[in-house]
């Protein structure tokens, strides 16, 4: 395998190699839509994604399944719940994730609530696995013969259990859940299994009943035989995993020899892909804890290709961080590199880097237009958003960049997210509010006259950014670079300091500005 290779493709030729090289592969993720699903989770949606490109360019035919492991049981009380709502949800423990009512009412359940946010955010990413709703194969008895083998092999799945547990699991255990059909809880007891289909089991509740597993999808694998089922019976041949299912002793590792030994299959290939943190933040995001980043949030500032760009050039296995404060302008000044290496416009680059960039932008954007479009600076889009009337913004940036009509789209949603940015995330220096009138300040006599025969310039010519740019220079030169801006920022901005000052006009109004500066 070149070393030359990307990662992604490197990966694919992994995928190929290990599990021979054939016409196509089912590649998977999956999760339990137990509560929130946050910008960590997206991690495997999109580093599996990336894998089923590359082998779909390789000639492959590709399945992308997304399991949603929604016949889990609902375990807690997420930190998200309504306070008025805790109480109801606390009596639903112990029911399916897919039974569990919605605190908000919007959805049929507490799964579908999760399942369809995080459908929709990642649909905006370009992301299309085929979803797998698990309660729905459990509950057409899809899976029943796959339960009777596991109910017979036991002594196998016990052994294999137990290699990796301080204490064995005792003589009553069993590889399955069994919901109540009554009151539709797990707190039930396996009392009598015929070796074949034939379950008979008691409920907390008082019900007991004996059914056909073929028959009544009551009955689900328990987690560590769930997984190395499913991957046997979908015919799985690559799926990554976080640090908690990765490492020696855990799911992953007993999966391995489950799917061997009881489903006589081979495993697929995987890796454990890192952990994502919110720059700022405090150890590992948690539903449970509340502290989380969803796909959404980030997405509010960051455009789809972006965000993207954000995975694709960390290798899977790096940990990093999600930001949201001063770095979000930079991210977006190395997307453009980027983007302009794809398109052959960079400069001062090698040719490995130049591919490398190349390749990355190819998986970023995966709608690049013939030509470079327009790259309005995130900084530019920040000034304009919160100085101009949102009707008026685009206008705003035609007067400084050649924006054509398959330009606007970007730039619209640029601007969207820029204002979103300084609304709620931006440090202090890039806040700006322009004046309503002239602060009482102490200005040299000739360094106002000059701001006054800028605010005359302004009124009387509608300059382009050039002539504006020289007019302001020409004037500061006459009385003092330094006195000239420190004053027009503080008549403008009540700031001693503050962005280029000619596009600033522009994007926050000429007359506005130069009203203020003939006030002086």
Partial sequence: MSSELFWADQEAERVISKRDDKDSYVCAAGITPSGPKHIGNFREIITVDLIVRALKEKGKSVRFIYSWDSYDRFRKVPAEVPGNKRSLMKEEIGKPVCDVVDPWGCHESWAEHWMTRLEQEVAQTGIKPEYMRQHEFYRDCVYADAIKKALNKIDEIKRVLNKYRSKPLSDKWQPIFLYCEKCLKDSTRITGYDGDYGLAYECDCGYSD??????????????????????????????????????????????????????????????????????????????????????????????????????????PTADFTISFDEDVLKIYDDFYRCEAAYYDKAEGLSDKRAANLKRIYELSNLDPPGSMPLQLSFRTAALIAQTADKKKWVNR???????????????????????????????????????????????????????????????????SLDSLNKKVFELAKSVGVKKFFKAAYQVILSKSQGPKLAPFIISAGRKRVGGLLKSV
Avoid: C
């Fill in 210 to 315: 004996a059914i056909d597993f073929r028959e009544k999808g009551l009955v689900k694998l328990k987690w560590r035989v769930d997984w190395p089922m499913r991957w046997a019976y979908h015919g799985v041949d690559f799926e990554p995993a976080g640090k908690e299912h990765m490492v020696e002793g855990s799911s992953r590792t007993t999966g391995v020899e489950i799917v061997k030994e009881v489903f006589g299959e081979q495993p697929p290939y995987g890796f454990m892909y890192g952990l994502i943190g919110r720059k700022g933040g405090a150890g590992k995001m948690s539903a449970s804890k509340g502290n989380v980043v969803f796909v959404s949030d980030a997405l509010e500032v960051y455009l789809p290709e972006v965000l993207r760009y954000l995975f694709v050039g960390n290798r």
């Fill in 397 to 463: 940036v035609k007067k400084l960049e050649k924006v054509s009509e398959g330009d606007e789209p970007r730039v619209k949603s640029l601007l969207e997210r820029a204002a979103k940015w300084v609304g709620d995330y931006a440090p202090e220096k890039y806040r700006l509010v322009v004046n309503e009138t002239v602060p009482s300040l102490k200005i040299d006599s000739k360094v106002k006259k000059a701001l006054r025969a800028l605010g005359d310039y302004l009124l009387k010519e509608k300059p």
